[in-house]
């Protein structure tokens, strides 16, 4: 037993030890946004790994965009007072983070390489995009306003919010031959923006959340693709009223996102007599891919599940 004791607390030293080197390897940077913006690149070796740290409001809108060279290479979002608990782990959830977040204080932003890389002593260069808006919890009639950058190209997306009808600006930057203001009317609200890359092509796509006022809170989005880089391009979502079948069941209150590569909206589905505050035919989700058209962009059925 004496043997056994001794051998577990030389194993528990070893531990400890590889704990605290783990922990000194951490380099902690404060992450500084101009007009809601930050991007950067970095690079880590081995089992080096930074913390960007980041200042949030509770109510604040945050999308991190990380582009690694090494597949090996992921970020994790830590929230508030936490150094090891995360609550987006990137080698499960991918690349690409988009919420808002609920709890105001000190976020840290972990970029690193897996173990089995790290042991390797591979080398990760990378960039980041961090875009987080301001924080309008306190007035419910208050504009939106955010801004946001993927690929170098940056969007300023602005909206009044004073009634049934707003307008909506957006003011692109960093195109090559266009970056003209878009301003347009817009049937409700602006509730959220994202900028993604959901073709792959190297160019970012704006996407621009709009709810309607009333009960029923349909969605509706406002969308543009930079075309290489050097103008905007609109990009068209069929109405789901030109489908009968996808339409079946639908009353509103749907929802529109990016996740991984298409674009996701999930709403859901009435069934006849239902109350439009007590839908029972359970959930419907449709999954979208950017694809060319004749004029302009157009997102396409990719798949339908209902649960």
């Known amino acids: ?51 960007y740290l980041l200042p949030v409001a509770a109510g604040q809108s945050l999308q991190v965009h990380f582009r690694p060279d090494n597949l090996a290479g992921y970020f994790n979002l830590l929230p508030p007072g936490s150094q090891d608990a995360a609550i987006f782990i990137g080698s499960s959830a991918g690349n690409d983070f988009a919420d808002t977040l609920s709890t105001a204080g000190t976020y840290r932003i972990r970029v690193y390489l897996m173990r089995s890389a790290a042991r390797r002593n591979e080398t990760l260069h990378y960039a980041l995009e961090v875009s987080l808006s301001p924080t309008t919890a306190n007035a419910a009639n208050a504009p939106f306003e955010q801004t946001l950058a993927l690929h170098g190209i940056s969007f300023k997306v602005s909206a009044t919010h004073q009634g049934s009808l707003n307008q909506l600006r957006i003011v692109p930057s960093g195109l090559a031959i266009d970056n003209s203001p878009i301003e347009r009317e817009i049937d409700g609200s602006v509730t959220a923006a994202e900028v993604a890359d959901i073709n792959a092509d190297g160019s970012p796509e704006l996407y621009v959340y709009v709810t309607s006022a009333g009960s029923g809170s349909y969605a509706s989005l406002v969308a543009y693709s930079a075309n290489h880089n050097k103008s905007l391009s609109e990009i068209y979502l069929p109405p789901l009223a030109d489908n009968p079948t996808l339409g079946k069941g639908f009353m509103g209150h749907d929802e529109l996102r990016t996740v991984e590569g298409v674009l996701v909206q999930r709403f859901p589905l009435y069934r006849e007599g239902d109350s439009n505050a007590q839908p029972t035919g359970g959930t419907r989700q449709i999954q979208y891919k950017l694809v060319p058209g004749e004029a302009n962009w157009q997102l396409k059925v990719d798949r339908v599940v209902d649960y």
Request: glycine residues 6%; without cysteine.
């Open 1 to 51: 037993m004496k043997s056994l004791s001794w051998l577990a607390l030389a194993m528990l030293s070893v531990l400890l030890s590889s704990q605290l080197m783990a922990a000194s390897q951490i380099r902690e940077e404060p992450l500084t946004l101009d007009q809601g913006v930050a991007s950067l690149k970095g690079s880590l070796k081995g089992d080096q790994t930074v913390d």
